[in-house]
Each structure stands twice: as C-alpha cells, then as structure tokens.
Nanobody, 125 residues
Framework: QVQFVESGGGLVQPGDSLRLSCAASGLILDYYAIWWFRQAPGKEREGVSCSSASDRSTYYADSVKGRFTISRDNAENTVYLQMDTLKPEDTAVYYC??????????????????WGQGTQVTVSS
C-alpha cells in the first residue's frame, strides 16, 4: 500500500509561518521528484514547489518565491514545505505528490501519483 499523509496546516494570520509535512509509506520518496500542489476554491490547481531526487535542484512558483522552502529528510522518508510570510492568497488545500516518471523538476512534469487528502492552510486576519 502506497500512502502519502500531508500534515501541518492550520489557521494563521498574515505574516505567520507554517511547516507542512509529507510522510510516505510504501515507496521511497528519494527515488522521485516530489511536488507540492495547492487547490483553492474557484482557482486553478497550482504547482507550488518541487524537489528533485537526482541533484536536489528545486522549483518554486513565482507566487511563493522567497517565502517558501522545500526540503527532504530521507531517514524519515518525509518532504517538508516551510512557508513563511504567509498571505491570504496562500489559503488552499496543499497536496504532496510524486512524479513517477522523473527524478528532476524540469517542466512539464510527468505522471503525478498518490494524491492524498491534503492539508488545509487558511491565512486570515
């Protein structure tokens, strides 16, 4: 059984920080490029960030550059998304997914698998 479990979301005020976690079972995350996506009501699904397996290069959407940081802990088989200086526009459900075709975060992505339930991030004053 392959399972991704996202956690760490919550209700915060603008300017606050959150650290999201993506814990995997049934596969080794270090074999794949790992993406964080977010989905807000009425908006397109957005690829927020990616961590490459091969060379540890990363990708960040323009909307989060300078504020978000993606990282891995291979010993814990977990990927993190550190989110700083949060804005109301960051409000969304955040998902962690594996690109089972690619090890690097070059675009376009390949096949994104193992969508979980996500974790809700709400930024409101």
């Amino acid at each position: 059984q392959v399972q991704f479990v996202e956690s760490g979301g919550g209700l915060v005020q603008p300017g606050d920080s959150l650290r999201l976690s993506c814990a995997a079972s049934g596969l080794i995350l270090d074999y794949y490029a790992i993406w964080w996506f977010r989905q807000a009501p009425g908006k397109e699904r957005e690829g927020v960030s990616c961590s490459s397996a091969s060379d540890r290069s990363t990708y960040y959407a323009d909307s989060v550059k300078g504020r978000f940081t993606i990282s891995r802990d291979n010993a814990e088989n977990t990927v993190y998304l550190q989110m700083d200086t949060l804005k109301p526009e960051d409000t969304a459900v955040y998902y962690c997914v594996a690109d089972i075709e690619k090890r690097r975060c070059n675009l376009p992505w390949g096949t994104l698998n193992y969508w979980g339930q996500g974790t809700q991030v709400t930024v409101s004053s």
